[in-house]
């Protein structure tokens, strides 16, 4: 069983920075691409960021692209988010997951999901 772990949320102000960490307690995550999603109240969960096994090419939401840097230390079997310049809407509970397969594409499958983190930007 997998599970994902995420820490590192909290309060920021705007233009402040976080990173987000997400680890797991059981199976390892290496060998799996891994995303990053986000919801915000009364909205539907949205793609952040991803990253493939390997070579570990990294995707991102079109907005985020900037501000937003996913990478992953194999040795700890964490990955990462790492957030800057944050604005007001990026308030949000962030959550990782694991993909089925080992590279990233769009409409790739997260068969594994954490419990989420929540981070607040105030204005």
């Known amino acids: 069983q997998v599970q994902l772990v995420e820490s590192g949320g909290g309060l920021v102000q705007a233009g402040g920075s976080l990173r987000l960490s997400c680890t797991t307690s059981?199976?390892?995550?290496?060998?799996?691409?891994m995303g990053w999603f986000r919801q915000a109240p009364g909205k539907e969960r949205e793609f952040v960021a991803a990253?493939?096994?390997?070579?570990?090419?990294?995707y991102y939401a079109d907005s985020l692209k900037g501000r937003f840097t996913i990478s992953r230390d194999v040795a700890k079997n964490t990955v990462y988010l790492q957030m800057n310049s944050l604005k007001p809407e990026d308030t949000a509970v962030y959550y990782c997951?694991?993909?089925?397969?080992?590279?990233?594409?769009?409409?790739?499958?997260?068969?594994?999901w954490g419990q989420g983190t929540q981070v607040t930007v105030s204005s």
């Open positions: 997951a694991r993909a089925g397969s080992n590279l990233y594409y769009t409409g790739t499958k997260f068969d594994y």
């Open positions: 059981g199976r390892t995550i290496n060998g799996y691409a």
């Open positions: 990253i493939s096994w390997g070579v570990g090419s990294t």
